[in-house]
Every structure is written in structure tokens, then in C-alpha cells.
């Protein structure tokens, strides 16, 4: 008899707890491996949750409770042949056995419930959007013993990275490699759990003959995970001096390899279990690798890289973007003086108040802001044969990242004050840099900024992202010559584009925003007096 806890599972690293929805099964009842037993619900979604065993569920959270990721929500009770065994059903082989003097009876019970309980892990639902995920890299290794909640492993998204802690406390065996694509719901590894750990007391109560005794005895030895097999500071140790564990005598119980067996290892002390295979195989070797290498040679400086999830969508997304628009790019310049000496005159000031700087992002999104209002065409999209305007101004501002270029959205940016916006995009940035970025915190945008000027850029015609309709360019500062009032003077002149799709936004729209723009940012006393 043994029991499997089912816990909540990890469902987006925004979401650190779920509600209990509803119970589809009562306490009690028997369930089938698969079939639904609750639903949950969180701050974004609800999901189903299902049973990982066939068995009698035992429920420990009731619809209405809250449970962080991780909490306990019931139990299934598997017998040996994975059935859930009434409690009366339990008690009645008892009585048989006792009449029978010896205990040959329950030794077949006991054998099989001693058998490993092995736990599927299986790609979480990260969002309604993504139908697959990429391994990015194991942490662990196949037939390592992991501890319960350790990172296995980290997956990838067309939108994000996630990491894969384990359900149980086990050895893992991995059924999917780095590198390869996974829909949601399909294996990426199993733990077993306690199985060797129950064969000593099965296998030492019931077989009593002296043939047996070896049997016994080296099952005893082998318990706990025991000969030839690290604890896992052991294996961390071992793995770092580059020793197998093979090659190590265990002091710990039942022969287990211990921390200080690791640390008294070295690879000189481990060298003498390796001469065995070395005289006849050995010369037969060496021929192999110089025969292999000229084919990796053949292609000299060239080399090949499976492209991410992500690089595949960003791709994917650009090429139908350029296929299913009619995109078309207007430009204008703007004289950056009067910001730069707005910055100048308070960026001390606002920084002590604010704790943040006074960058030039917030004056670009709050002057897109404004003209999105007054422009309400450049913030709607096409869907089928709608168009669907927006009411808020959800600016996606374009981060370039390691793994490619991300767009956080920043929500309500008509509503926001300067300060308010540069802590916002500072905060962003820095999730998409560590890759912690949500999905829900990179959909919804209306309207999109990039700025190529940080990288040098003088201009460039930008992509839409899609589904938007529009998108505003930022380029370098460059001290130009320009006529002032019929006088030539030096100017910082930033040159702006707005790549937009035609079959919406009319040419006249289009402009109009661009000019509407650059009048705010050349006058940003109009931000003030919304004018």
C-alpha cells in the first residue's frame, strides 16, 4: 500500500498561489490514472488537475482554500496492483494469515508494494498561447538521486523561460534530451520513488531457506539507493573532481557513498578499478578518432546552432508580419534640446525624489500616449473583419535580451506620471535580462517603441508587431546643422519613424501622429498642460 500526493503544480512564475475551484470527485472515491479530480484557479486561469494514479482519493484542501505553488491538495491510496484497497478489505487477509501459523501469505502483498512508485513529470500549462516547449538544458543527470522541489532541468517557450522542480524525491530518469520540443502534457522525465527502499522488509520476512540468504543479504546492502551510489553532496563533489562514482567505496549505510567518501577521493585512488579493460581494447581504439576527424574538418570556420524557440517565433512572426501587411514607413526629426535641457535642469532633482533617472523613454511613451488619443486608429488593429480600438494606451517597449528581443508591455501609460514610467520600463528590462519575464506581462500591447539609438542607429524602418498596428522607431542623437528661425544653428536631431499598417492607418493618420509626437517632445511644457 503506498500513498501519492498530488501538490500544485507550477503554472507561470507570476502566479504564486491557487484556489481550490471545485472538487469533481469526494473524498473516498476510487479514481482512474488521468481522469479529473479538481479544478484550480488562479489570478489568470483556471485548470484541471488530474489524478497521477489509479487508487482512493483522501482530499486535504476543500473548493475555497488557498494553496501556495507546491501545497498539498489530496493523496491517492494505491495497493500493490495499483487498485485502492478498502480498509476492510486490508483486514480481512490478516486473520487467514494468522491461522496459517507461517507467513508465506502476505510475502506476494508485500513483494509487489515494494515495487519503485514512479512519478511522471510532465510539461506544466504555461499559458493559453504556448502548445510547446523546448529543453533548454538538464541540470541533473539520468539516474541521478534528486531531493523534492530541486531543479531538474529549464524549459523554453516561444516567450519565456521556466524552471522544472521535482515532484518527488527519487531517482530521475530522463526520457527527454536537451534540445528536444515537447507539447504540453507529454513526459520530460520519471522519479522512482522508495522502491528499493521497501525489498529489504518484503524480501526478509517471508524467505526463510538458506538458498535465500544471499538474496536477502544483498538486497539489504543495496537499500536506500546504497552501493555505488553518492548522496547528492557527494555526487556534486565527485562530479566536480571528475571521479565516477563507480570507482569509490562507500563507508556510509548499506555501502552508500557519503560526503566524506567523496572528499578522501581522488583521482589517483580511483585510477586502480580502471586497469582491467585497457590491454586489448586500447590499441584498438585510437584508429576510431582520427578516422572521424576529417569529417568535422571538411567544413572549415562554419558551424551549426539549433535556433531557439524563441529566435523561431521572433522569425516566424516577422516573415507573416511583412506577408500580411500592407506596411509602410513615414519618418520626421526632432530637435532634443528642449528635453535635454529639461533633464539637465531637474534630472538631480527628480532622481532624489524619485530614486529613479529621468530618461528619455518616459518622454517618448508619454508623448505616444497623448497622440494615441488624439490618433485613436494608430492604437487599434485589424481582427477578421473588424477593426478593434483600445481604449488604454498598453505601450510594448522592445528589450533586447541574449536570447532575442522581447517586448514588455507597460499598462495604462495615459494614466502613469514620468517617475511612474521609468520605474516600470527599469523593472521590465531587468526581467527580460534574466529571462523572468511572464507571458501575460509580454501580450496585450497596443502600440510599440524601440529605439535602435542606444546601439548607434541613424535610421531604420522598423517591423510592426503583431497583432498592432503600429510602431514608433527611436534613432541616435547627432548635433546637426539646422535653420532656426532664419538662422543656421547646431541642434541634437533624433530622426523617428512610424512603420504602420496601410490597410488600417491612412497616410494622413499616420503623419499627423508623427508631427503630433514631435511637437510634444520639442515643447514638453504641453505634457503638463495636456495641450
Keep these: 500500500m503506498s500513498q501519492i500526493e498530488i501538490k500544485v503544480p507550477t503554472v507561470g512564475e507570476s502566479i504564486t498561489e491557487v484556489t481550490i475551484g471545485s472538487w469533481v470527485k469526494k473524498d473516498g472515491e476510487n479514481v482512474k490514472r488521468d481522469e479529473v479530480i479538481c479544478s484550480l484557479d488562479s489570478d489568470k486561469a483556471s485548470f484541471e488537475v488530474v489524478s497521477e494514479a489509479d487508487g482512493m482519493l483522501h482530499i486535504k484542501a476543500q473548493e475555497g482554500d488557498v494553496l501556495p505553488i507546491g501545497g498539498l491538495i489530496c493523496t491517492v491510496e494505491t495497493s500493490a496492483n495499483g487498485v485502492a484497497a478498502p480498509a476492510a478489505a486490508v483486514a480481512a487477509p490478516a486473520p487467514v494469515a494468522a491461522s496459517a501459523a507461517p507467513s508465506p501469505a502476505p510475502v506476494p502483498a508485500s513483494a509487489p508494494a515494494a515495487a519503485a512508485k514512479v512519478v511522471e513529470m510532465k510539461v506544466p500549462t504555461v499559458g493559453e498561447s504556448v502548445t510547446e516547449v523546448t529543453i533548454a538544458n538538464w541540470n541533473k543527470k539520468d539516474g541521478d538521486t534528486v531531493q523534492l522541489d530541486e531543479v531538474l532541468c529549464e524549459l523554453e517557450s516561444d516567450k519565456a523561460t521556466f524552471e522544472l522542480p521535482a515532484e518527488a524525491?527519487?531517482?530521475?530518469?530522463?526520457?527527454?534530451?536537451?534540445?528536444?520540443?515537447?507539447?504540453?502534457?507529454?513526459?520530460?522525465?520519471?522519479?522512482?520513488?522508495?522502491?528499493?527502499?521497501?525489498?529489504?522488509?518484503?524480501?526478509?520476512?517471508?524467505?526463510?531457506?538458506?538458498?535465500?540468504?544471499?538474496?536477502?543479504?544483498?538486497?539489504?546492502?543495496?537499500?536506500?539507493?546504497?552501493?555505488?551510489?553518492?548522496?547528492?553532496?557527494?555526487?556534486?563533489?565527485?562530479?566536480?573532481?571528475?571521479?565516477?562514482?563507480?570507482?569509490?567505496?562507500?563507508?556510509?549505510?548499506?555501502?552508500?557513498?557519503?560526503?566524506?567518501?567523496?572528499?578522501?577521493?581522488?583521482?589517483?585512488?580511483?585510477?586502480?578499478?580502471?586497469?582491467?579493460?585497457?590491454?586489448?581494447?586500447?590499441?584498438v581504439t585510437p584508429p576510431a578518432a582520427p578516422v572521424s576527424q576529417p569529417a568535422a574538418t571538411e567544413k572549415v570556420g562554419q558551424r551549426r546552432v539549433k535556433m531557439t524557440s524563441l529566435r523561431k517565433t521572433i522569425a516566424r512572426r516577422l516573415v507573416a508580419v511583412k506577408n500580411e501587411t500592407a506596411m509602410l514607413t513615414t519618418f520626421n526629426e526632432v530637435d532634443m534640446k528642449p528635453i535635454m535641457e529639461l533633464r539637465a535642469k531637474y534630472k538631480d532633482k527628480f532622481k532624489e525624489k524619485h530614486g529613479v533617472g529621468l530618461g528619455f523613454m518616459s518622454f517618448f511613451t508619454k508623448a505616444c500616449a497623448v497622440a494615441l488619443k488624439d490618433f485613436p486608429v494608430v492604437n487599434a488593429y485589424i481582427d477578421g473583419d473588424e477593426i478593434v480600438y483600445n481604449d488604454s494606451a498598453d505601450i510594448a517597449i522592445a528589450v533586447s535580451t541574449e536570447r532575442g528581443l522581447v517586448v514588455p508591455v507597460v499598462r495604462h501609460t495615459e494614466k502613469m506620471t514620468f517617475s511612474e514610467i521609468e520605474k516600470e520600463i527599469i523593472r521590465l528590462a531587468g526581467l527580460a535580462r534574466d529571462n523572468k519575464l511572464t507571458i501575460d506581462q509580454m501580450t496585450g500591447g497596443t502600440f510599440t517603441i524601440t529605439n535602435g539609438g542606444i546601439f548607434g542607429s541613424m535610421l531604420s524602418t522598423p517591423i510592426i508587431n503583431a497583432p498592432q498596428s503600429a510602431i514608433l522607431g527611436m534613432h541616435n542623437i547627432v548635433e546637426r546643422a539646422v535653420v532656426v528661425n532664419g538662422e543656421i544653428v547646431i541642434r541634437p536631431i533624433m530622426y523617428v519613424a512610424l512603420s504602420y499598417d496601410h490597410r488600417i492607418i491612412d497616410g494622413k493618420d499616420s503623419v499627423s501622429f508623427l508631427v503630433r509626437v514631435k511637437q510634444i517632445l520639442e515643447d514638453p511644457t504641453r505634457l503638463l498642460l495636456e495641450v
Excluded: F, W
Excluded at 176 to 184: D, F, K, R
Excluded at 196 to 209: E, K, L, M, W
Excluded at 235 to 247: Q, R
Excluded at 265 to 278: C, G, L, R, V
Design 169 to 283: 524525491a527519487g531517482t530521475l530518469r530522463i526520457v527527454a534530451e536537451t534540445g528536444a520540443t515537447l507539447p504540453i502534457g507529454a513526459v520530460i522525465c520519471r522519479i522512482e520513488v522508495g522502491g528499493v527502499v521497501a525489498q529489504p522488509t518484503a524480501v526478509n520476512g517471508p524467505q526463510p531457506p538458506a538458498a535465500e540468504t544471499a538474496t536477502v543479504q544483498q538486497a539489504a546492502s543495496s537499500g536506500n539507493y546504497a552501493t555505488g551510489h553518492p548522496s547528492p553532496a557527494a555526487a556534486k563533489i565527485l562530479a566536480e573532481k571528475g571521479i565516477e562514482a563507480a570507482n569509490v567505496s562507500g563507508s556510509g549505510v548499506g555501502g552508500r557513498i557519503t560526503k566524506e567518501d567523496a572528499d578522501k577521493a581522488s583521482a589517483s585512488s580511483a585510477q586502480p578499478t580502471a586497469p582491467t579493460p585497457p590491454p586489448t581494447p586500447m590499441p
